[in-house]
């Protein structure tokens, strides 16, 4: 071991070490297919559901195609199952690991993206350690439940690839179709109105137009498959809080329950939405008085530094959080400590990000903090990221190091 230190050094051995971790990874994941990548289960049952011409959303019809219990429902528009179509092309066996591979290869393009566009820097190991443990194993949970989710990072950021390029017609198409499945990327849609294209507005109305076009089409095609679609969002899973939802709204349904318990009277339904809409529209005219205060200052990289505070408003204000959720702000999160590489407080603000969850903390009396903090914690480290973005005087610096400006193409 020490000549393969001497030979290679510390930082190669890391990087091996990390390849292990991962290896190891997929394959457990891949060996317990019963167990994991419980999201792709239904995915691929609904789509197999749909080619029977069956209602994809219909819970019994999603059991019976699989022949066993399927804990979530389809919740994606109806468009998007065309996606999952294509694994059903093979056995399940055989689409979850295809699957996974995927997603792994999908997993690398997105590094090289960021490195290539996003100046995320050298690939160095506290690069991986972040990527691998950083905001609760943000990256770990999307290969656990096989969700979606980085399949939609890897469309999100070659969308905002092309923002930074000046590509806006492009940047809107994949916005749209990213949001075919969980709709609330549209938010995105608003980077148009600080573009420098001559009808942004227009654009940004029309790449929404389209969308609700799409929707309106599906309508027209099968009006009793969009009404179960309806149904299946605003159903009792819209509801969900604690553990299941990491989002403010929840956050403060969670505290205002808590409360109302203390108290021995229940507080008004609506307050925690009243509190959500009143944080959600603070933390959206911060952000923008940051933006307009400092772009002139960022220069070439006021474009990349819109995207970045944009992904973190984003993941503070969306009303439906899972843990896998914050993989959007992992090179927000990432950018913003490595522009402070030479602060005295970098290495506790490190570990705060790449801390794991005590599950011994209710052990030593202290199970109220545990569930409002460690349920929360990708949540709180979200917003201290935020901070970072939009504080002053001691925020992002004005520029990334070697920072050039990106290359026009209309």
């Known amino acids: ?18 390849a292990a971790y991962l290896a190891a990874s997929l394959l457990t994941i891949h060996k317990y297919g ?30 019976h195609m699989a022949g066993s219990p399927v804990e979530q429902f389809y919740i994606y528009t109806p468009p998007s199952i065309w996606f999952y179509r294509l694994f059903t092309l093979f056995s399940f066996k055989n689409a979850y690991t295809l699957v996974l591979i995927l997603k792994l290869l999908t997993l690398l393009g997105l590094v090289l993206l960021w490195q290539k566009e996003f100046r995320l820097g050298p690939l160095d190991p506290g690069f991986f350690i972040f990527l691998f443990f950083a905001f609760h194993y943000a990256l770990t949970a999307d290969f656990l439940s ?36 969980k709709i609330l990327p549209l938010f995105f849609l608003v980077l148009l109105l600080f573009s420098k294209a001559r009808r942004r507005f227009l654009l940004a109305a029309s790449a929404g137009a389209s969308f609700l076009l799409v929707q309106g089409l599906s309508y ?28 403010l709204v929840s956050f403060l349904k969670t505290v205002l329950d808590r409360m109302a318990g203390v ?4 507080l008004p339904a609506a307050l925690a939405q009243i509190l959500f809409a009143a944080a959600a529209l603070a933390i959206v005219l911060i952000s923008l008085r940051a933006y307009l205060r400092r772009r002139a200052a960022w220069g070439a990289d006021a474009d990349r530094m819109l995207v970045f505070l944009a992904c973190l408003v984003f993941c503070l204000i969306s009303p439906r959080t899972k843990d896998y959720s914050y993989l959007i702000v992992l090179l927000p ?8 590489a030479r602060d005295k407080g970098i290495v506790f603000l490190f570990l705060l990000l790449i801390l794991d969850t005590p599950d011994s903390i209710s052990a030593l009396g202290l199970r109220p903090v545990a569930e409002y903090f460690w349920t929360y914690y990708p949540l709180f480290l979200t917003g201290l990221t935020w901070i970072l973005y939009v504080g002053k005087p001691r925020g992002i610096p004005d520029a990334f190091p070697d920072s050039s400006p990106a290359p026009d193409r209309r």
């Not at 071991?1 to 990390?18: C, D, P, Q, R, S």
């Not at 108290?263 to 229940?266: A, E, N, S, T, V």
């Not at 999160?333 to 402070?340: D, H, I, K, S």
Request: hydrophobic letters at 50%.
């Open 146 to 181: 096989g969700n979606f989710a980085l399949f939609e990072q890897a469309g999100l950021w070659a969308a905002f690839a092309f923002f930074l390029r000046k590509r806006y017609i492009l940047f809107s198409l994949l916005i749209v179709l990213v949001s075919l499945f």
């Open 263 to 266: 108290i021995g009277r229940p």
């Open 34 to 63: 019963n167990v994991y990548q419980w999201d792709f289960k239904k995915d691929y049952y609904a789509a197999r559901v749909q080619a029977e011409g069956l209602d994809f959303y219909d819970a019994p019809y999603l059991r």
């Open 1 to 18: 071991m020490g000549n393969f230190i001497n030979k290679y050094g510390f930082k190669a051995l890391l990087a091996l070490a990390f």
């Open 220 to 247: 027209l095609l099968n009006p009793g498959l969009y009404r179960s679609f309806l149904h299946t969002l605003t159903g009792p899973g819209s509801n969900e809080w604690g553990n299941r939802n990491l989002s």
């Open 333 to 340: 999160g990432y950018v913003a400590l490595r522009t402070r």
